[in-house]
C-alpha cells in the first residue's frame, strides 16, 4: 500500500477502525469533561483532518445585546480542536498498535502555546470547528485550526503547539 503525507509525518492514507473513532469520541466528548461544557460534538475524525461542532445556548453567552458567543469558547474550543487533531496523527502514525495502546498514548498531551485571532463575531445557532496538524515531531505538534459559523463564514482561526511525550 502506497501511503500518502501532507504536512510533515501526517499519514493520510490511513483508515481508522470504527472501535478508534468510537474511543476517540468517548475522551474528547466524555472523559474531558469541560468539553461536555462547551458541548463539543466531533463529526469528523480523519488522519489530516478533524471537525466538529458547537451549539449555540444561553450558557455560552458572552454579549447578552447581541446573543454573541463567548471568546473564551471559540479559544477554549479551538484548543480542544488543535489537540483532537495532533490525537488523530498520533493515532494514525502508530497503526501498528492495538486501538488501546493508541488512546493511552493521549494522556500526556498538553497545549504549549496557543494564539487565536478573532475576525467576525461569533453570532449564529451552531458553529463548526476545524483542525490539522502542521507538523508531528516527537515531542511537539504544531496544529491551526478554525472557527466558522453556520453560513461557512471564517470567524476565528488559531495555531497552537501541543507536548506529545
Same mark, same amino acid.
Given at each position: 500500500? %502506497?501511503? $500518502?503525507?501532507?504536512?510533515?509525518?501526517?499519514?493520510?492514507?490511513?483508515? @481508522?477502525?470504527?472501535?478508534?473513532?468510537?474511543?476517540?469520541?468517548?475522551?474528547? &466528548?466524555? !472523559?474531558?469533561?469541560?468539553? /461536555?461544557?462547551?458541548? #463539543?460534538?466531533? %463529526?469528523?475524525?480523519?488522519?489530516? /483532518?478533524? %471537525?466538529?461542532?458547537?451549539? !449555540?445556548?444561553?450558557? #455560552?453567552?458572552?454579549?447578552?445585546?447581541?446573543?454573541?458567543?463567548?471568546?473564551?469558547?471559540?479559544?477554549?474550543?479551538?484548543? +480542544?480542536?488543535? =489537540?483532537?487533531?495532533? !490525537?488523530? +496523527?498520533?493515532?494514525?502514525?502508530?497503526?501498528? &498498535?492495538?486501538?488501546?495502546?493508541?488512546?493511552?498514548?493521549? =494522556?500526556?498531551?498538553?497545549?504549549?502555546?496557543?494564539?487565536?485571532?478573532?475576525?467576525?463575531?461569533?453570532?449564529? &445557532?451552531? @458553529?463548526?470547528?476545524?483542525?490539522?496538524? !502542521?507538523?508531528?515531531?516527537?515531542?511537539?505538534?504544531? %496544529?491551526?485550526?478554525?472557527? #466558522?459559523?453556520?453560513?461557512?463564514?471564517?470567524?476565528?482561526?488559531?495555531?497552537?503547539?501541543?507536548?506529545? $511525550?
Amino acid at each position: 500500500m %502506497t501511503q $500518502s503525507k501532507t504536512s510533515d509525518n501526517v499519514n493520510t492514507a490511513v483508515v @481508522f477502525e470504527p472501535e478508534f473513532i468510537v474511543g476517540v469520541k468517548k475522551v474528547f &466528548e466524555e !472523559m474531558i469533561v469541560f468539553n /461536555q461544557m462547551l458541548g #463539543l460534538k466531533i %463529526t469528523s475524525v480523519l488522519p489530516q /483532518q478533524v %471537525t466538529a461542532r458547537i451549539d !449555540m445556548r444561553n450558557e #455560552l453567552i458572552g454579549h447578552y445585546a447581541y446573543n454573541r458567543i463567548h471568546g473564551g469558547v471559540i479559544s477554549a474550543g479551538l484548543d +480542544a480542536m488543535g =489537540g483532537l487533531a495532533v !490525537m488523530a +496523527a498520533i493515532g494514525a502514525r502508530h497503526m501498528d &498498535e492495538s486501538v488501546q495502546q493508541r488512546l493511552q498514548r493521549f =494522556g500526556k498531551l498538553g497545549t504549549i502555546d496557543l494564539r487565536v485571532d478573532y475576525l467576525r463575531p461569533g453570532i449564529g &445557532e451552531w @458553529f463548526e470547528l476545524r483542525a490539522e496538524v !502542521m507538523r508531528l515531531g516527537s515531542r511537539v505538534a504544531s %496544529t491551526r485550526m478554525e472557527f #466558522l459559523g453556520a453560513d461557512g463564514k471564517l470567524l476565528s482561526t488559531a495555531a497552537a503547539a501541543y507536548i506529545v $511525550s
